[in-house]
DNA sequence: AAATTTTCTTTACAAAAGTTAATGAAACCC
DNA sequence: GGGTTTCATTAACTTTTGTAAAGAAAATTT
């Protein structure tokens, strides 16, 4: 139930058999089905989520449209960040794409859990440090790629979410309409 | 001299007159003409800096272009943030636009300094996490706004850069040419 | 199984930004 | 101070993407 979450910890932090102990006794599990919505725009983000199973997606609306912000995928701490961070409303929405099983954290729990175990300090200012490099990834793909070069990426690195994600989610996450999308995959087929 | 440092810090972190002394033992003072660059694109990023006076401009290369990154100003930590932390080749170059006064820590000295001063890794973990906030502001206008809404956030917020900083610089941040730009400053004058 | 919704692609047209090149102004450098 | 480089703007033309609408295929619901 937690070993994908030490796994995936153990990579940063070390931490003793005690420290786990006091760690698995601050989050709760949740299963969750698809579709269910985690964080709703403009409320406060209060919970922070490691993902066990299933495919989470934080998006931002756009008068009525949704625009990808982000996918998280299993093993992974997904929430609207900035609102968790800050304890401030969300500029940004989070539902399940999928069934999903999620170990949950509450803000408040996770301060008290940095006072109790130390060491979960550094290992936050890590997850914080990946974070902001994988969010300068994302910006420099913006800044330095075309359409076209960040589909091809996406469609490197990522593959397998095209059989999990509607396209059009994935266009939007790409900062491009489904129409251009589709215009981009019928330019490349014939290469 | 380390004024402005720990009124920076102390808006994030409270350190004591001791942690604050063994704390300006790990920096150094460094004067830098215009124009030098402080990190080159490729080589690893040694050291962070925070800057006293002076004006920073982080950029990539593509082609035989810049393109701008961030433009940090006065009071701010600045370095190729990920190639800091990852110790890994910079995909970024940092120059001063101005004559600079910066404070320097090196990587190792950083980490040694964690280890002297806990505290320091909470104050890390925050700055982290004020740069992921910012790099998301960032990606998020990029993904929600046309070139011509950034124009306008950027004049409405960092409008007395517009005197210190060329516009094709700004250009390039906001991800267009400069003719763009010309035409979108054009095209507001008359409204 | 039928009906409904969602997803994906295509077309035609409009709007915006890129490219190249020319001009004048300002800043910089011996 | 004279010459050079850098910078900002404009124009003409091209390319790309957006918008709107329609139809086909797939998935979901009833």
Redesign the pocket.
């Known amino acids: 139930m937690f070993s994908a979450l030490f796994k995936y910890c153990s990579q940063l932090v070390s931490f003793t058999r005690e420290e786990q102990q006091i760690i698995e006794s601050y989050f709760s599990i949740r299963q969750v089905p698809k579709k269910f919505t985690l964080i709703q725009n403009g409320k406060i983000a209060r919970e922070l989520y490691f993902i066990n199973k299933g495919l989470l997606r934080l998006y931002y609306t756009k008068d009525t449209e949704d625009i990808t912000a982000f996918i998280f995928r299993e093993h992974l701490f997904a929430s609207s960040y900035d609102s968790f961070l800050r304890q401030a409303p969300s500029i940004q929405g989070l539902d399940t794409l999928e069934d999903a099983e999620l170990l949950v954290i509450t803000y408040d729990d996770l301060n008290t859990l940095y006072k109790k175990v130390p060491r979960m300090e550094i290992l936050a200012r890590k997850i914080a440090e990946q974070r902001f490099i994988n969010a300068q990834l994302i910006l420099s793909s913006y800044i330095l790629d075309?359409?076209?070069e960040r589909w091809k990426k996406f469609e490197a690195t990522n593959g397998d979410l095209l059989l999990r994600v509607?396209?059009?989610?994935i266009a939007s996450f790409l900062?491009?309409?489904?129409?251009?999308?589709?215009?981009?995959?019928?330019r490349l087929q014939g290469s």
């Open positions: 075309s359409p076209e509607p396209h059009h989610m900062g491009i309409t489904p129409v251009s999308l589709s215009r981009i995959r019928k």
